[in-house]
């Protein structure tokens, strides 16, 4: 079994900056990708940010130029790195891991992100 655990987030004012941290933990498994969803209530849900095991990055539009996606590779964890919040950005954001092996993705538990005006 595999366990993504979050941590960071909470509020921080428009034009600031927070991160976020997600660590997997568990045996005898291999990632490929990691990465960030988004959840507002009313909003659809939305791929914030996405890397490969080959360190190839994905943003959302939305989040171009402002938000940064890293990862550690010997400690299985994925880093979001948020700058120049936005009130848009204010969301339940959820990482991901991706196992191909299983061909299963495993979800952290969800994190808030409130952005204030």
Do not use: H
């Amino acid at each position: 079994q595999v366990q993504l655990v979050e941590s960071g987030g909470g509020l921080a004012q428009a034009g600031g900056s927070l991160g976020l941290s997600c660590a997997a933990s568990g045996s005898g498994f291999s990632i490929n990708s990691m990465g960030w969803w988004r959840q507002d209530p009313g909003k659809q849900r939305e791929l914030v940010a996405s890397i490969t095991s080959g360190g190839t990055t994905n943003y959302a539009d939305s989040v171009k130029g402002r938000f940064t996606i890293s990862r550690d590779y010997a400690k299985n964890t994925v880093y979001l790195q948020m700058n120049s919040l936005k009130p848009e950005d204010t969301a339940v954001y959820y990482c991901y891991a991706y196992l191909p092996m299983r061909g299963v993705y495993y979800w952290g538990q969800g994190t808030q992100v409130t952005v204030s005006s």
